[in-house]
């Protein structure tokens, strides 16, 4: 992708109004634009990371067993009535009138509607168990939008919800999503820690908030530091057999976010040296909530003995959209954004430091097909800026790795290669960087 014909509406200074370090580099490299408060354009650069997330999370979705499908924006009020939540859920709803009066919201989540295709497509046991998941805009007029995407009033959410014949097998299917979580926040470089949490509006008995540790996270969050050294289970967990351990494994430790936490507990439990008080990003959640909207709305499904019974279910989020600002809460320096390889916009910055040259356009086109024919999604700098920011502007956006190409470099057969995270800069044979990269 050359630079020269792109949107990358990066900014130097930083925007008055963002309080936090990723609102001010998501801003600042050009990946979103405000349109309202809470609401946001997806630059180029921004939206290709959101798309590299929701790889991921479809990746551990699908390897998890659940199924994808995906459901309006737009719900009829109605469908919350026979749940008995329109009235319950509070001014986040954002409720609409089409032109025939007939009541719409925009959805803030999708309990009811799974449900209602749920019971409309599904009748026997034999189709059981069934996790439906889907990546879709939800939207919730949160009274203070705040820290850009993080606490947006539209955002990009992952929902899967499931559904089972009994209690037992609902709580086998808590405990493959808690372990795909696990694996999926791996994957993108964090470190996110099971941690027991209220279920609020969406209900049930247990549930789980999968937290970033980061010092700008709106949670305060207590737990047992064996917990962050915990390994995470590898790509051959066998979703099939039984999962418990595991989860003894990351819900024995203490760990508890501040409207469950229990203070004396913590100090029975934890010795003191591996007490951790922190702050934390919830980049998902988890809840089991049996019948509570099988019952009311009626989705039975006929038993192995025959018999007519209500499934059990429970729903799995993820915040999609609010991943680029913890991953950015948790990879950023000085000079800006640190991208994890696994969701960064591009892999390498391809810098021509004399746009125009022969030999140095000649040994970036060069690069550029080499780079391609492997497989490595490029971001050509073939702009005829000023080299200081160039290299500004690359640190910025903070891809994994930069290619620098000038005139001098080339008449001593070498080119550059900057490896973002560590710094680490190499004077190279063009041949050798691009073994390097392979
Ligand atoms: N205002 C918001 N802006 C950005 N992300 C949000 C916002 N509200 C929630 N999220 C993200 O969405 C995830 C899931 O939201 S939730 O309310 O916990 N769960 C649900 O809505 C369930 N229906 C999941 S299936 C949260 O863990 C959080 O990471």
């Known amino acids: 992708m050359r630079l020269s014909h792109y949107l990358l509406p990066t ?26 408060a809470g609401i946001y354009a997806w630059l180029p650069l921004g939206l290709r990371v959101l798309r590299n997330i929701e790889r991921i999370v479809r990746e551990a979705m699908d390897r998890a067993g659940a199924v994808e499908l995906l459901m309006p924006t737009l719900q009829l009020a109605e469908l919350w009535r026979e749940s008995g939540r329109y009235d319950v859920y509070g001014p986040e709803m954002l409720r609409i009138r089409d032109r025939h009066e007939r009541e719409l919201l925009y959805g803030p989540t999708n309990e009811e509607m799974v449900t209602e295709i749920f019971r409309a497509c599904v009748h026997s046991w034999r189709n059981l168990p069934l996790t439906l998941y889907q990546v879709q805009w939800k939207f919730r007029d949160e009274q203070r939008p705040r820290f850009g995407v993080m606490r947006g009033r539209e955002f990009l959410m992952k929902d899967a919800y499931s559904f089972d014949l009994d ?21 993108m470089g964090l470190r996110a820690i099971p941690m027991r949490a209220e279920t609020g509006p969406i209900g049930g008995d247990l549930s789980h908030e999968f937290i970033v540790l980061a010092q700008t996270g709106e949670s305060a969050v207590y737990c047992d530091q064996a917990l962050l050294q915990l390994p995470v289970p590898g790509e051959d967990v066998d979703y099939a057999g039984d999962l418990s351990p595991l989860i003894a494994q990351w819900t024995g430790p203490y760990a508890a976010t501040e409207d469950v936490h229990d203070a004396a507990r913590f100090e029975h439990e934890v010795p003191e040296t591996r007490r951790v008080l922190a702050r934390g990003i919830e980049v998902g959640q988890i809840f089991y909530y049996g019948t509570k909207y099988a019952l009311p709305m009626k989705a039975h499904v006929t038993g192995p003995d025959g018999a007519e019974r209500p499934v059990h279910g429970g729903c799995y989020g993820v915040g999609v959209s609010r991943l680029l600002g913890a991953i950015i809460e948790a990879g950023h320096d000085g000079q800006g954004i640190v991208w994890p390889e696994a969701v960064a916009p591009y892999r390498v910055g391809l810098v021509n430091l004399k ?20 497989g490595t999604e490029v971001l050509y700098d073939d702009t005829d800026e000023r080299p200081g920011a160039k290299f500004a502007r690359m640190d910025l956006i903070g891809l994994p790795w930069q290619l620098i190409v000038g005139p001098r470099g080339l008449e001593a057969g070498t080119v550059e290669l900057k490896h973002r995270a560590s710094g680490e800069r190499r004077e190279l044979t063009a041949e050798a960087a691009l073994q390097t990269l392979a």
Not at 17 to 28: K, T, V, W, Y
Not at 167 to 187: P, W
């Open 355 to 374: 746009i125009g040259d022969a030999r140095t356009d000649a040994a970036c086109a060069m690069l550029q097909e080499r780079l391609a024919q492997a």
């Open 11 to 36: 900014l130097k200074e930083n925007p008055a109004e963002a309080q936090i370090a990723s609102h001010r580099l998501m801003l600042r490299a050009g990946l979103i634009r405000q349109e309202a």
């Open 167 to 187: 209690e037992a097998a609902a709580r086998r299917s808590y405990q493959r999503m808690f372990v795909a979580y696990l694996r999926m926040f791996a994957r």
